[in-house]
């Protein structure tokens, strides 16, 4: 069998790579016919395309997984990828979906070690100011274990367009001028300067954001190795943190802060209130709520979720925040835990037509996790931002009942954190508002154990009956 050699510039792309890929494809080499070479800096030999062969396809997903491989430093990265298109175009069309498969596995590890090295550089990149050519400059060295330069480049573009950079690693440098991204060779590693200001500043926000009740120092250390410490100036104050972690968590426990006083309920009430300023009619209410732009969450979500009912309904029902689902169809409780709350009202006798169903907050907080998106439970910062049109939807209603559904609705509608187990099933006045406080149907979702969990759902079933016969009796 003869081999067939094929040289690869040492920053081969995925480009580079599918077109080298695509030739020997179209030649019927197979992977054990090819050394894929990229130790030099030899130039890109290409088997000529040969005539009269169809395209080659490349499935999305090998193109997806292949742009990170791609920039593993291992030397066989090129080789593993070719196997598997080979593998794919010989008949095992479906082969990455096999996780056990030894080669699909290997490209697996080497996606993700890319993506963890992206997301280290994203994070611990330290830039500098100098003055260059007369024009300041923020500059920073870093030395990522993989090639990611280039995709990991579009990042500081947007989050630094204002501002020329460049940044420097052993394999390249990546600069931003004029409003353009130029790619260049390598440079010597630059001595270690101290910047007196940065590298404050960097400190004491590292020094604030440190907590010592919190310390675990192999789980700091896997997520900031020690090799990335010399470019990063707040890691010189690791040590003593860590040194002095125990003693502040006994001066933290010793300055605990007091039970607040009782009349800092009325007065957190007050300062809700105070920032509310409800547009009269429902239309301008609602419209007024899909432009708001008072915390970030907007910026990020599909849309506005307002809630749905009659405006005359007597109970109003008042969730956490929309979920995915929710986001994308603009509807209240429509996903998962909404099918848990469609399911308990019927049982408790309760038809949702009848009544008001909405969100303390409006926008879907999450964190983008790949191609998914986390739910993340919203803060105070939200909850205040977003009272104003939960309140304005409850003066227009004025209901016999509110439902306050989990801690989320609870905190909005009575000003103060509500400890919700301990309360769940009580009917209480906030702010003038008669409120029954239980549960949120997603804590249903997320009970291990199902006897628990359908104790725990009649037990939910047997708040919302609850609320109905109150709001039955009530006139
Ligand atoms: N959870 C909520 O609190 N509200 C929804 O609309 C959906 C899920």
Known sequence: ????????????????????????????????????????????????????????????????????????????????????????????RHVLDRAADPDVQRAQQYAKA???DIYRMHAFTRFRERVIEGRPMFVAWFEPQHRVLQKAAQFFVDRFTNMDWMIATPSGTAAWQDNLLHFGP??????????????????????????????RVNAMLAQMPKRHWPTMPETSSVPELVRTARNRVGDMERSAPDRPPRFAGVLAERRLGAAREVPAPWDALKEAAHACKHCPLHAAATQMVFGEGPLDASIVFVGEQPGD???????????PAGQVFDRALAQAGIDRGTAYVTNAVKHFKFEPRGKRRIHQKPGTVEVTACRQWLQG???????????????????????????????????????????????????????????????????????????KLWCEGAK
């Open 1 to 92: 069998m003869a081999l067939r050699s094929v040289t690869l510039p040492q920053d081969c792309g995925e480009e580079a790579f599918r077109r080298v890929a695509r030739s020997c494809l179209a030649h019927r080499l197979h992977p054990d016919e090819v050394i894929f070479d990229s130790s030099g800096t030899g130039s890109l030999f290409e088997p000529a395309e040969p005539r009269d062969v169809p395209a080659i396809l490349m499935p999305r997903r090998f193109v997806d997984l292949a742009s990170n491989v791609v920039c593993h430093s291992a030397e066989d990265r090129f080789a593993l990828l070719y196997r598997l298109l080979w593998r794919i175009h010989g008949g095992e």
């Open 114 to 116: 890319v993506e963890r």
């Open 186 to 215: 390598p440079v010597a590693r630059p001595p270690k300067e101290d910047d007196a200001v940065l590298d404050e500043v960097w400190q004491t926000y590292y020094r604030i954001t440190f907590n010592p009740a919190r310390l």
């Open 325 to 335: 689902q929710e986001d994308l169809q603009g509807r209240p409780f429509v996903g």
């Open 393 to 467: 939807e409850l003066d227009v209603i004025k209901p016999k009942l509110i439902v306050s559904l989990g801690a989320t609705a609870a905190l909005s509608l009575a000003g103060r954190a509500v400890p919700v187990t301990k309360e769940r099933g009580s009917i209480q006045t906030w702010g003038g508002r008669m409120v029954l406080v239980t549960i949120h149907p997603s804590y249903l979702l997320r009970l291990p154990d199902p006897d628990v969990a359908a104790a725990e759902y009649d037990r939910f079933v047997a708040d919302l009956q609850r609320a």
